[in-house]
């Protein structure tokens, strides 16, 4: 697939099912011998605000308080009008990131490889000096702002990702990613009315599953946020405004849940996470914007005017469920 060559990847496979490509960048932080070093000004986060993977590093981004040690720069919702899929930084002065000095992603891309082929993602962290895209493996990078950068974290920054628990994180964080993050995406980029049926079933049945946890559980791992509810979240906030309509994931919506609907609403709440949400970007971005595995032409360039998203500030209640007000457990098991 030469992606910055044609004009639309298609990661579908021959029964119309959408296969999401493989992180091409995905050396870890560390202080071991092929390891990407963790310090401070060194690294730039380049997202959009429409996206569910970057919108979580970012999320963890600023929880962590690592705000003053990676940088970010913040590409345009809307994909750029040329002959291949990619994102431009059009927000900024003169169409072109203020630090990197690039007007598209794919730049950092080709800098860390001549032949990179696959599409441009965010989020990517770039080496500022080299300006080349050193990992953008979304999978893990929430992670290693957790546990490798804990030395920069802010002081009593709280525990994401507790140890005691990472065995149990790392295998929900799994189902979620399969069933629900890249879920939306097998409905609404599926070819085939049999792959998307599949896709809209298994989605529906796995919120089933997490609206019925969050009946006795104020968090999805209990009393405290941690880096599934991140995940979940970013899917949890976009559903409405883009992937019910837009994906064709509309058996429900998330206000349709309460429980969903109510933890949704104590995350929006907290610091780091509506802060961090931009409505308007994505709805632009799914509804007029093109997209990665699809060749249709949005319906008239029209921008839907709802849904209403005002009562995503109503009050939850849900700290009935653990007794505590605090969300967050600080210091590390």
């Known amino acids: 697939m030469e992606n ?10 021959k029964n119309g099912k959408f296969n999401r ?12 011998p092929g390891e990407l070093p963790v310090e401070a000004g060194r690294y730039r986060l380049l997202w959009s ?10 999320i963890v981004r600023r929880v962590l308080g690592l705000e003053e040690s990676i940088s970010l720069g913040t590409a345009s919702p809307m994909r750029p009008n040329i002959p291949r899929v990619d994102w431009e930084f059009s927000l900024d002065e003169g169409n072109k990131d203020p630090v990197l000095g690039i007007q598209y992603l794919s730049e950092v891309y080709l ?7 696959g599409r441009p993602t965010v989020p990517a962290i770039i080496d500022v000096k080299e300006k080349k895209v050193v990992n953008n493996d979304y999978f893990r990078l929430t992670n290693y702002f957790e546990t490798v950068w804990s030395p920069l974290h802010k002081e009593n920054a709280p525990n994401l990702y507790p140890e005691s628990l990472r065995q149990e994180i790392d295998a929900l964080n799994d189902v979620i990613f399969h069933e629900v993050n890249n879920g939306v995406y097998k409905c609404g980029f599926a070819r085939s009315q049999e792959a998307y049926e599949e896709a809209y079933d298994t989605l529906f049945n796995q919120l089933d599953v997490l609206e019925n946890r ?25 559903f409405d405004v883009a992937y019910y309509s837009a994906f064709k994931a509309n058996r429900n919506r998330i206000v349709d849940f309460p429980n969903l609907w109510g933890y949704l609403r104590d995350l929006y709440q907290t610091p780091g996470f509506g802060d961090t949400t931009d409505f308007e970007a994505i709805k632009i971005h799914y509804h007029l914007s093109n997209h990665i595995a699809s060749d249709d032409q949005k319906s008239l360039n029209i921008l839907p005017k709802g849904p209403d998203l005002s009562s995503i500030h109503a009050p939850h209640h849900r700290e009935a469920i653990s007794g505590i007000e605090e969300k967050f457990l600080i210091g590390h098991d």
């Open 4 to 13: 910055h060559k044609k004009d639309k990847p298609l990661e579908v496979d």
């Open 21 to 32: 490509q493989k992180n091409r960048f995905t050396a870890p932080f560390g202080d071991k």
């Open 214 to 238: 969050l009946a006795t559980r104020r968090f999805l791992l209990g009393d405290y946020i941690t880096d599934s509810d991140v995940r979940l979240f970013a899917t949890l906030v976009r």
């Open 111 to 117: 800098n860390a490889d001549p032949n990179y082929e």
């Open 49 to 58: 605000p429409v996206c569910p993977w970057a919108h979580r590093s970012v």
